[in-house]
């Protein structure tokens, strides 16, 4: 048996070496949840257009969310200062 015949020869249906990323093939810090199957700097790249807020924009959510405008001052003022002391 010559290289080429046993070089990725292997069946690779689990494991790591079976997911790569849907957008770059990289095999690397892949997201699988949510059925992503992006790597992580994919995933930094495409969230806004895939629709993932970041938490710290809760705040923001508070603002524009008129459903969210019922919670009371004290609990957006514990919120905002414990963004602050992050």
Request: hydrophobic share 35%.
């Amino acid at each position: 048996m010559g290289h080429q015949q046993l070089y990725w020869s292997h069946p690779r249906k689990f494991g790591q070496g079976s997911r790569s990323c849907r957008v770059c093939s990289n095999r690397h810090g892949l997201i699988r949840k949510y059925g992503l199957n992006m790597c992580r700097q994919c995933f930094r790249q495409y969230a806004k257009d895939i629709g993932f807020v970041k938490n710290c924009d809760v705040l923001l959510a508070f603002q524009t969310e008129p459903r969210l405008a019922m919670l009371s001052y004290y609990s957006i003022s514990l919120l905002e200062h414990h963004y602050l002391l992050d």
